[in-house]
Protein backbone atom coordinates (compact mmCIF):
# COMPACT_ATOMS: atom_id res chain seq x y z
CA UNK A 1 0.00 0.00 0.00
CA UNK A 2 0.91 3.63 -0.42
CA UNK A 3 1.53 5.50 2.63
CA UNK A 4 -0.19 8.81 2.45
CA UNK A 5 2.17 10.55 4.56
CA UNK A 6 5.18 9.92 2.52
CA UNK A 7 3.13 10.75 -0.55
CA UNK A 8 2.26 14.04 1.19
CA UNK A 9 5.77 14.95 1.17
CA UNK A 10 6.36 14.58 -2.62
CA UNK A 11 6.00 17.73 -3.86
CA UNK A 12 6.40 17.83 -7.49
CA UNK A 13 3.35 18.90 -9.40
CA UNK A 14 2.22 16.97 -12.33
CA UNK A 15 2.89 18.69 -15.71
CA UNK A 16 0.41 18.48 -18.34
CA UNK A 17 0.92 19.89 -21.61
CA UNK A 18 -1.56 20.25 -24.89
CA UNK A 19 -0.47 20.09 -28.67
CA UNK A 20 -1.88 20.29 -31.85
CA UNK A 21 -1.15 19.27 -34.72
CA UNK A 22 -2.47 20.12 -38.05
CA UNK A 23 -2.64 17.75 -41.08
CA UNK A 24 0.90 19.03 -42.10
CA UNK A 25 2.40 17.38 -38.66
CA UNK A 26 3.06 21.08 -37.79
CA UNK A 27 3.16 21.23 -33.86
CA UNK A 28 1.49 24.54 -32.06
CA UNK A 29 2.01 24.71 -28.31
CA UNK A 30 -1.65 25.15 -26.98
CA UNK A 31 -1.53 24.94 -22.87
CA UNK A 32 1.02 23.82 -20.23
CA UNK A 33 -0.29 23.41 -16.44
CA UNK A 34 1.52 22.11 -13.61
CA UNK A 35 -1.41 19.99 -12.14
CA UNK A 36 -1.27 19.87 -8.20
CA UNK A 37 -3.03 16.55 -7.69
CA UNK A 38 -2.55 15.71 -3.97
CA UNK A 39 -6.01 16.77 -3.25
CA UNK A 40 -6.28 12.99 -3.97
CA UNK A 41 -4.94 12.10 -0.35
CA UNK A 42 -7.45 13.60 1.64
CA UNK A 43 -10.61 12.21 -0.76
CA UNK A 44 -12.48 9.06 0.22
CA UNK A 45 -11.35 5.67 -1.54
CA UNK A 46 -8.76 7.81 -2.72
CA UNK A 47 -10.75 8.97 -5.98
CA UNK A 48 -11.34 12.93 -6.77
CA UNK A 49 -12.83 14.65 -9.61
CA UNK A 50 -11.05 17.88 -10.41
CA UNK A 51 -11.52 20.85 -13.32
CA UNK A 52 -9.12 22.84 -13.93
CA UNK A 53 -9.11 25.99 -16.61
CA UNK A 54 -6.70 25.41 -19.04
CA UNK A 55 -4.63 28.81 -20.01
CA UNK A 56 -3.21 29.93 -23.49
CA UNK A 57 1.20 30.48 -23.71
CA UNK A 58 3.27 33.37 -24.08
CA UNK A 59 1.44 36.80 -25.21
CA UNK A 60 -1.55 34.34 -24.71
CA UNK A 61 -1.12 33.33 -21.10
CA UNK A 62 -3.73 35.17 -19.51
CA UNK A 63 -6.38 33.67 -22.40
CA UNK A 64 -8.35 31.09 -21.26
CA UNK A 65 -8.42 28.15 -23.90
CA UNK A 66 -10.37 25.52 -22.49
CA UNK A 67 -11.49 23.57 -19.43
CA UNK A 68 -10.24 19.78 -18.54
CA UNK A 69 -12.01 17.63 -15.82
CA UNK A 70 -9.62 15.26 -14.41
CA UNK A 71 -10.53 12.37 -12.30
CA UNK A 72 -7.81 10.98 -9.91
CA UNK A 73 -7.16 7.91 -8.42
CA UNK A 74 -4.29 6.50 -6.57
CA UNK A 75 -2.70 2.78 -7.48
CA UNK A 76 -1.91 0.94 -5.40
CA UNK A 77 -4.52 2.47 -3.10
CA UNK A 78 -3.54 4.41 0.13
CA UNK A 79 -2.91 3.18 3.65
CA UNK A 80 -5.08 5.31 5.34
CA UNK A 81 -6.63 8.95 3.68
CA UNK A 82 -5.89 11.89 5.34
CA UNK A 83 -8.16 14.47 6.79
CA UNK A 84 -8.41 17.38 3.86
CA UNK A 85 -7.73 19.99 6.40
CA UNK A 86 -3.80 18.14 6.52
CA UNK A 87 -3.11 18.40 3.15
CA UNK A 88 -4.51 21.88 2.93
CA UNK A 89 -2.19 22.73 5.43
CA UNK A 90 0.46 21.32 4.15
CA UNK A 91 0.15 22.84 0.89
CA UNK A 92 -0.74 26.14 2.85
CA UNK A 93 3.08 25.60 4.28
CA UNK A 94 4.34 24.74 1.26
CA UNK A 95 2.95 27.93 -0.49
CA UNK A 96 4.36 30.36 2.04
CA UNK A 97 7.45 28.88 2.23
CA UNK A 98 7.86 29.14 -1.26
CA UNK A 99 7.19 32.79 -1.42
CA UNK A 100 9.38 33.47 1.12
CA UNK A 101 12.55 31.73 -0.67
CA UNK A 102 11.32 33.88 -3.89
CA UNK A 103 11.15 36.74 -1.76
CA UNK A 104 14.77 36.29 -0.54
CA UNK A 105 16.22 35.15 -4.19
CA UNK A 106 14.84 38.38 -5.46
CA UNK A 107 16.10 40.44 -2.82
CA UNK A 108 19.77 38.69 -3.38
CA UNK A 109 19.43 39.64 -6.82
CA UNK A 110 18.91 42.66 -6.91
CA UNK A 111 21.88 43.86 -4.46
CA UNK A 112 23.85 40.98 -6.95
CA UNK A 113 22.64 43.23 -9.71
CA UNK A 114 23.67 46.61 -7.82
CA UNK A 115 27.08 45.42 -7.22
CA UNK A 116 27.47 44.51 -10.94
CA UNK A 117 26.51 47.26 -11.93
CA UNK A 118 29.04 49.50 -9.48
CA UNK A 119 32.31 47.64 -11.41
CA UNK A 120 31.70 49.48 -14.55
CA UNK A 121 28.23 51.24 -15.46
CA UNK A 122 28.70 49.81 -18.61
CA UNK A 123 27.56 46.68 -17.64
CA UNK A 124 24.33 47.76 -17.96
CA UNK A 125 24.04 46.95 -21.25
CA UNK A 126 25.35 43.24 -21.06
CA UNK A 127 23.16 40.40 -21.79
CA UNK A 128 23.32 38.95 -18.19
CA UNK A 129 20.32 37.61 -17.69
CA UNK A 130 19.25 36.66 -14.29
CA UNK A 131 15.37 35.37 -15.10
CA UNK A 132 13.38 33.84 -18.34
CA UNK A 133 10.09 34.00 -18.56
CA UNK A 134 8.57 30.03 -19.26
CA UNK A 135 6.03 29.52 -21.59
CA UNK A 136 3.15 30.82 -19.30
CA UNK A 137 4.58 34.03 -18.66
CA UNK A 138 6.12 32.90 -15.57
CA UNK A 139 9.55 34.67 -14.55
CA UNK A 140 11.95 31.61 -13.15
CA UNK A 141 15.65 32.10 -12.19
CA UNK A 142 17.39 30.66 -15.58
CA UNK A 143 19.48 28.18 -13.53
CA UNK A 144 16.11 26.27 -13.28
CA UNK A 145 16.50 25.65 -17.12
CA UNK A 146 19.09 23.06 -16.77
CA UNK A 147 19.44 20.20 -14.80
CA UNK A 148 21.33 16.75 -15.43
CA UNK A 149 19.83 14.84 -17.95
CA UNK A 150 20.59 11.07 -18.79
CA UNK A 151 19.70 9.81 -22.37
CA UNK A 152 19.46 6.03 -20.64
CA UNK A 153 20.55 4.08 -24.18
CA UNK A 154 19.01 6.41 -26.80
CA UNK A 155 21.82 8.60 -26.97
CA UNK A 156 25.34 6.89 -26.81
CA UNK A 157 27.82 9.96 -26.73
CA UNK A 158 28.07 14.02 -25.73
CA UNK A 159 28.41 14.56 -30.12
CA UNK A 160 25.35 12.35 -30.73
CA UNK A 161 23.36 14.28 -27.86
CA UNK A 162 24.21 17.28 -29.28
CA UNK A 163 23.30 15.92 -32.96
CA UNK A 164 20.12 15.04 -31.63
CA UNK A 165 19.08 18.38 -30.09
CA UNK A 166 20.17 19.92 -33.77
CA UNK A 167 17.51 17.82 -35.78
CA UNK A 168 15.01 19.42 -33.25
CA UNK A 169 13.20 22.28 -35.24
CA UNK A 170 14.31 25.64 -34.88
CA UNK A 171 11.29 28.39 -34.37
CA UNK A 172 11.45 31.69 -32.51
CA UNK A 173 9.26 32.81 -30.07
CA UNK A 174 5.82 34.19 -32.06
CA UNK A 175 5.75 38.20 -31.94
CA UNK A 176 2.30 39.98 -32.17
CA UNK A 177 2.73 43.10 -33.85
CA UNK A 178 6.55 44.66 -34.07
CA UNK A 179 8.88 45.66 -31.13
CA UNK A 180 11.78 42.62 -31.48
CA UNK A 181 12.12 39.02 -30.09
CA UNK A 182 9.42 38.07 -27.89
CA UNK A 183 11.00 36.19 -25.05
CA UNK A 184 9.68 32.75 -23.82
CA UNK A 185 11.89 29.94 -22.74
CA UNK A 186 9.86 26.84 -22.71
CA UNK A 187 10.11 24.10 -20.05
CA UNK A 188 11.73 20.86 -21.13
CA UNK A 189 8.48 18.85 -21.44
CA UNK A 190 6.72 21.60 -23.44
CA UNK A 191 10.28 21.61 -26.00
CA UNK A 192 9.87 18.00 -26.57
CA UNK A 193 6.35 17.83 -26.93
CA UNK A 194 6.36 20.58 -29.87
CA UNK A 195 9.59 19.06 -30.77
CA UNK A 196 10.94 22.50 -31.71
CA UNK A 197 11.99 25.51 -29.99
CA UNK A 198 14.16 28.91 -29.79
CA UNK A 199 17.59 28.89 -29.34
CA UNK A 200 17.45 29.44 -25.56
CA UNK A 201 15.28 25.78 -25.23
CA UNK A 202 18.03 23.92 -27.67
CA UNK A 203 20.62 25.38 -25.41
CA UNK A 204 19.00 24.26 -22.40
CA UNK A 205 18.65 20.92 -23.55
CA UNK A 206 21.92 20.43 -25.05
CA UNK A 207 23.33 21.72 -21.89
CA UNK A 208 21.75 19.24 -19.50
CA UNK A 209 22.61 16.15 -22.06
CA UNK A 210 26.38 17.20 -21.65
CA UNK A 211 25.71 17.62 -17.98
CA UNK A 212 24.61 14.40 -17.88
CA UNK A 213 27.44 12.84 -19.31
CA UNK A 214 29.48 14.20 -16.53
CA UNK A 215 30.84 17.52 -18.55
CA UNK A 216 31.32 20.58 -17.11
CA UNK A 217 28.65 22.16 -18.92
CA UNK A 218 27.06 26.09 -19.01
CA UNK A 219 24.99 28.16 -21.52
CA UNK A 220 26.10 30.95 -22.74
CA UNK A 221 23.94 33.92 -23.06
CA UNK A 222 25.55 36.88 -25.41
CA UNK A 223 25.09 37.79 -28.81
CA UNK A 224 25.95 36.44 -32.46
CA UNK A 225 26.76 39.25 -35.26
CA UNK A 226 25.07 42.13 -35.52
CA UNK A 227 24.36 42.46 -31.99
CA UNK A 228 21.28 39.68 -32.80
CA UNK A 229 20.87 37.92 -29.13
CA UNK A 230 21.99 34.46 -28.56
CA UNK A 231 22.41 31.36 -26.17
CA UNK A 232 24.75 28.40 -26.96
CA UNK A 233 26.58 25.77 -24.69
CA UNK A 234 30.40 25.91 -23.42
CA UNK A 235 31.91 23.02 -21.90
CA UNK A 236 35.27 23.55 -19.72
CA UNK A 237 37.79 21.01 -20.19
CA UNK A 238 39.90 19.38 -17.16
CA UNK A 239 42.80 20.60 -19.13
CA UNK A 240 41.51 24.23 -19.57
CA UNK A 241 40.30 23.44 -23.19
CA UNK A 242 37.22 25.85 -23.78
CA UNK A 243 34.68 24.08 -26.26
CA UNK A 244 31.66 25.84 -27.90
CA UNK A 245 28.64 24.01 -29.10
CA UNK A 246 26.19 25.59 -30.90
CA UNK A 247 23.38 23.58 -30.34
CA UNK A 248 21.27 24.59 -33.73
CA UNK A 249 23.90 23.27 -35.44
CA UNK A 250 25.32 20.64 -34.20
CA UNK A 251 28.83 22.64 -34.81
CA UNK A 252 31.57 22.43 -32.01
CA UNK A 253 34.70 25.37 -31.52
CA UNK A 254 37.27 25.31 -29.38
CA UNK A 255 37.90 28.50 -27.97
CA UNK A 256 41.47 30.57 -28.20
CA UNK A 257 41.67 33.56 -26.26
CA UNK A 258 43.83 36.85 -27.38
CA UNK A 259 45.36 39.01 -25.98
CA UNK A 260 44.64 42.29 -26.86
CA UNK A 261 47.40 43.80 -25.39
CA UNK A 262 49.55 42.09 -27.81
CA UNK A 263 50.33 43.48 -31.57
CA UNK A 264 47.95 41.92 -33.94
CA UNK A 265 49.56 39.16 -35.80
CA UNK A 266 49.66 39.37 -39.72
CA UNK A 267 47.05 37.46 -40.84
CA UNK A 268 45.27 36.44 -37.99
CA UNK A 269 42.53 34.32 -38.86
CA UNK A 270 39.10 35.10 -38.07
CA UNK A 271 37.50 32.82 -34.76
CA UNK A 272 35.32 30.60 -37.17
CA UNK A 273 32.13 31.02 -34.23
CA UNK A 274 29.49 32.75 -34.91
CA UNK A 275 29.76 34.70 -31.37
CA UNK A 276 30.33 37.97 -30.69
CA UNK A 277 30.14 39.24 -26.93
CA UNK A 278 28.97 36.80 -23.77
CA UNK A 279 27.27 38.42 -21.04
CA UNK A 280 27.00 35.71 -18.66
CA UNK A 281 27.39 31.79 -18.34
CA UNK A 282 25.04 29.23 -16.20
CA UNK A 283 24.07 25.89 -15.15
CA UNK A 284 21.93 24.30 -12.24
CA UNK A 285 24.19 25.04 -9.77
CA UNK A 286 26.51 28.27 -11.04
CA UNK A 287 26.02 31.63 -12.26
CA UNK A 288 28.48 33.73 -12.95
CA UNK A 289 28.54 37.65 -14.98
CA UNK A 290 31.30 38.73 -17.04
CA UNK A 291 33.00 41.51 -15.10
CA UNK A 292 35.98 41.24 -17.79
CA UNK A 293 36.77 45.05 -19.41
CA UNK A 294 35.41 43.60 -23.30
CA UNK A 295 32.44 41.37 -23.50
CA UNK A 296 34.28 39.90 -26.74
CA UNK A 297 33.94 36.68 -26.81
CA UNK A 298 37.31 36.63 -28.65
CA UNK A 299 39.20 38.28 -26.43
CA UNK A 300 37.77 36.59 -23.36
CA UNK A 301 39.65 34.54 -20.78
CA UNK A 302 36.66 31.74 -19.41
CA UNK A 303 38.20 31.05 -16.34
CA UNK A 304 35.37 31.05 -14.08
CA UNK A 305 37.24 30.68 -11.05
CA UNK A 306 38.49 34.09 -11.09
CA UNK A 307 36.40 36.56 -9.67
CA UNK A 308 37.93 39.53 -10.81
CA UNK A 309 36.92 38.18 -14.31
CA UNK A 310 33.35 36.40 -13.72
CA UNK A 311 31.37 37.38 -11.17
CA UNK A 312 29.13 34.69 -9.51
CA UNK A 313 26.51 34.49 -7.29
CA UNK A 314 25.98 32.41 -3.96
CA UNK A 315 25.86 28.66 -4.79
CA UNK A 316 23.68 28.57 -1.66
CA UNK A 317 21.20 31.20 -2.93
CA UNK A 318 20.54 29.16 -6.31
CA UNK A 319 20.76 25.92 -5.06
CA UNK A 320 16.99 27.49 -2.30
CA UNK A 321 15.03 27.95 -6.04
CA UNK A 322 16.46 25.77 -8.14
CA UNK A 323 18.06 22.86 -6.38
CA UNK A 324 15.64 19.33 -7.06
CA UNK A 325 13.17 19.20 -4.42
CA UNK A 326 13.08 22.88 -3.76
CA UNK A 327 9.45 23.84 -4.15
CA UNK A 328 9.89 26.60 -6.97
CA UNK A 329 12.10 24.64 -8.98
CA UNK A 330 10.22 23.03 -12.09
CA UNK A 331 9.73 19.42 -11.41
CA UNK A 332 12.49 16.47 -12.52
CA UNK A 333 13.03 16.30 -16.17
CA UNK A 334 11.08 13.80 -17.68
CA UNK A 335 13.02 10.76 -19.31
CA UNK A 336 13.46 11.03 -23.42
CA UNK A 337 11.11 8.55 -24.98
CA UNK A 338 12.54 6.29 -27.99
CA UNK A 339 11.58 7.26 -31.65
CA UNK A 340 8.26 6.07 -32.92
CA UNK A 341 9.36 6.20 -36.53
CA UNK A 342 10.06 3.52 -38.68
CA UNK A 343 12.85 4.61 -40.17
CA UNK A 344 13.16 1.88 -43.31
CA UNK A 345 8.93 2.56 -43.73
CA UNK A 346 9.21 6.37 -43.88
CA UNK A 347 12.27 6.45 -46.08
CA UNK A 348 10.77 4.25 -48.50
CA UNK A 349 7.41 6.31 -48.25
CA UNK A 350 9.30 9.74 -48.84
CA UNK A 351 11.12 8.09 -51.49
CA UNK A 352 8.08 7.44 -53.40
CA UNK A 353 6.25 10.75 -53.29
CA UNK A 354 9.66 12.67 -54.60
CA UNK A 355 9.59 9.94 -57.61
CA UNK A 356 6.05 10.88 -58.18
CA UNK A 357 6.14 14.75 -57.69
CA UNK A 358 10.11 14.74 -60.07
CA UNK A 359 7.74 12.56 -62.78
CA UNK A 360 5.18 14.85 -62.53
CA UNK A 361 7.39 18.34 -62.98
CA UNK A 362 9.19 16.73 -65.66
CA UNK A 363 5.69 16.10 -67.11
CA UNK A 364 5.04 19.69 -67.13
CA UNK A 365 8.12 20.35 -69.29
CA UNK A 366 7.37 17.51 -71.58
CA UNK A 367 9.96 15.14 -70.51
CA UNK A 368 9.82 11.53 -69.70
CA UNK A 369 11.08 10.27 -66.50
CA UNK A 370 13.46 6.89 -66.55
CA UNK A 371 14.30 5.90 -62.83
CA UNK A 372 17.53 3.39 -62.65
CA UNK A 373 17.14 1.81 -59.04
CA UNK A 374 20.45 0.09 -59.50
CA UNK A 375 21.81 4.04 -58.98
CA UNK A 376 19.30 4.91 -56.36
CA UNK A 377 20.29 2.29 -53.60
CA UNK A 378 24.24 3.22 -54.66
CA UNK A 379 23.67 6.58 -53.57
CA UNK A 380 23.07 5.35 -49.64
CA UNK A 381 26.34 5.35 -48.48
CA UNK A 382 26.77 8.69 -49.15
CA UNK A 383 24.47 9.73 -46.86
CA UNK A 384 24.93 7.25 -44.13
CA UNK A 385 28.31 8.83 -44.59
CA UNK A 386 27.06 12.52 -44.20
CA UNK A 387 24.61 11.44 -40.87
CA UNK A 388 28.53 9.95 -39.72
CA UNK A 389 29.81 12.93 -40.55
CA UNK A 390 27.27 15.16 -38.85
CA UNK A 391 27.68 13.14 -35.57
CA UNK A 392 30.79 12.57 -35.30
CA UNK A 393 33.30 15.16 -37.35
CA UNK A 394 34.48 12.66 -38.96
CA UNK A 395 34.31 11.56 -43.09
CA UNK A 396 34.15 8.04 -44.02
CA UNK A 397 32.98 5.84 -46.87
CA UNK A 398 33.22 8.35 -49.32
CA UNK A 399 36.24 6.30 -51.28
CA UNK A 400 33.90 3.32 -51.99
CA UNK A 401 31.08 5.64 -52.70
CA UNK A 402 32.75 7.08 -55.27
CA UNK A 403 34.06 3.98 -56.71
CA UNK A 404 31.15 2.63 -57.49
CA UNK A 405 29.77 5.47 -59.03
CA UNK A 406 32.34 5.03 -61.50
CA UNK A 407 31.63 1.51 -62.11
CA UNK A 408 28.03 2.47 -62.40
CA UNK A 409 28.58 5.69 -65.34
CA UNK A 410 29.30 4.33 -68.55
CA UNK A 411 32.36 6.47 -70.81
CA UNK A 412 31.28 9.10 -72.12
CA UNK A 413 28.10 10.02 -70.04
CA UNK A 414 27.93 12.21 -67.04
CA UNK A 415 27.23 11.98 -63.30
CA UNK A 416 25.69 14.80 -61.13
CA UNK A 417 24.31 14.12 -57.44
CA UNK A 418 22.74 16.83 -55.01
CA UNK A 419 22.38 15.54 -51.47
CA UNK A 420 20.44 18.02 -49.18
CA UNK A 421 19.19 17.76 -45.43
CA UNK A 422 15.95 18.33 -43.82
CA UNK A 423 14.58 17.54 -39.98
CA UNK A 424 11.01 17.40 -41.21
CA UNK A 425 9.12 14.09 -43.19
CA UNK A 426 6.86 16.19 -45.31
CA UNK A 427 8.22 15.58 -49.29
CA UNK A 428 6.50 18.18 -50.78
CA UNK A 429 8.00 20.66 -48.90
CA UNK A 430 10.84 19.23 -48.81
CA UNK A 431 10.56 19.13 -53.25
CA UNK A 432 9.93 22.74 -53.29
CA UNK A 433 12.97 23.45 -51.40
CA UNK A 434 14.98 21.18 -53.64
CA UNK A 435 13.69 22.98 -56.45
CA UNK A 436 15.03 26.59 -55.07
CA UNK A 437 18.30 25.23 -55.52
CA UNK A 438 19.56 26.06 -59.25
CA UNK A 439 22.15 22.86 -59.49
CA UNK A 440 18.74 20.39 -57.79
CA UNK A 441 16.89 22.06 -60.47
CA UNK A 442 19.31 21.06 -63.17
CA UNK A 443 19.02 17.55 -62.25
CA UNK A 444 15.67 17.41 -61.58
CA UNK A 445 15.22 18.79 -65.00
CA UNK A 446 17.94 17.08 -66.87
CA UNK A 447 17.82 16.99 -70.38
CA UNK A 448 20.01 14.91 -72.82
CA UNK A 449 20.24 11.62 -74.58
CA UNK A 450 19.77 8.51 -72.57
CA UNK A 451 18.90 10.26 -69.43
CA UNK A 452 18.45 8.35 -65.87
CA UNK A 453 16.95 9.56 -62.95
CA UNK A 454 17.84 8.55 -59.23
CA UNK A 455 16.19 9.11 -55.71
CA UNK A 456 17.44 8.06 -52.47
CA UNK A 457 16.49 8.80 -49.20
CA UNK A 458 17.70 7.87 -45.60
CA UNK A 459 15.54 9.21 -42.55
CA UNK A 460 17.48 8.56 -39.20
CA UNK A 461 15.73 8.49 -36.06
CA UNK A 462 16.12 10.49 -32.95
CA UNK A 463 14.78 10.22 -29.66
CA UNK A 464 11.19 12.17 -29.29
CA UNK A 465 10.27 11.66 -32.80
CA UNK A 466 12.91 13.84 -34.10
CA UNK A 467 14.57 13.05 -37.56
CA UNK A 468 17.40 13.74 -40.03
CA UNK A 469 15.81 13.59 -42.99
CA UNK A 470 19.11 13.13 -46.00
CA UNK A 471 17.49 13.45 -49.79
CA UNK A 472 19.88 12.70 -52.65
CA UNK A 473 19.19 13.52 -56.25
CA UNK A 474 21.18 11.97 -58.93
CA UNK A 475 20.89 11.57 -62.91
CA UNK A 476 23.70 10.25 -65.40
CA UNK A 477 23.29 11.19 -69.37
CA UNK A 478 25.10 10.74 -72.50
CA UNK A 479 27.44 13.38 -72.90
CA UNK A 480 26.57 15.38 -76.70
CA UNK A 481 29.10 17.64 -77.42
Not at 88 to 98: D, F, G, I, P, Y
Not at 411 to 417: E, I, L, Q
Amino acid sequence: MADSTTMLSISDPIHMVLIKTDIFGETTLVASYFLEWRSVLGSENGVTNLTVELMGVGTESKVSVGILNIKLEMYPPLNQTLSQEVVNTQLALERQKTAEKERLFLVYAKQWWREYLQIRPSHNSRLVKIFAQDENGINRPVCSFVKPLRAGRLLDTPRQAARFVNVLGYERAPVIGGGGKQEQWCTLLAFLCRNKGDCEDHANLLCSLLLGYGLEAFVCVGTKAKGVPHAWVMTCGTDGTITFWESLTGHRYIHKSVNPDEPPVAEQPKPLYPYRTIGCVFNHQMFLGNCQPSDSVEICVFDLNDESKWKPMSEEAIKSVCAPGATTSLPPFPPLCASTIDASVTSNEIEMQLRLLVSEHRKDLGLTTVWEDQLSYLLSPALASYEFERTTSISAGNEEFQDAIRRAVPDGHTFKGFPIHFVYRNARRAFATCLRSPFCEEIICCRGDQVRLAVRVRVFTYPESACAVWIMFACKYRSVL
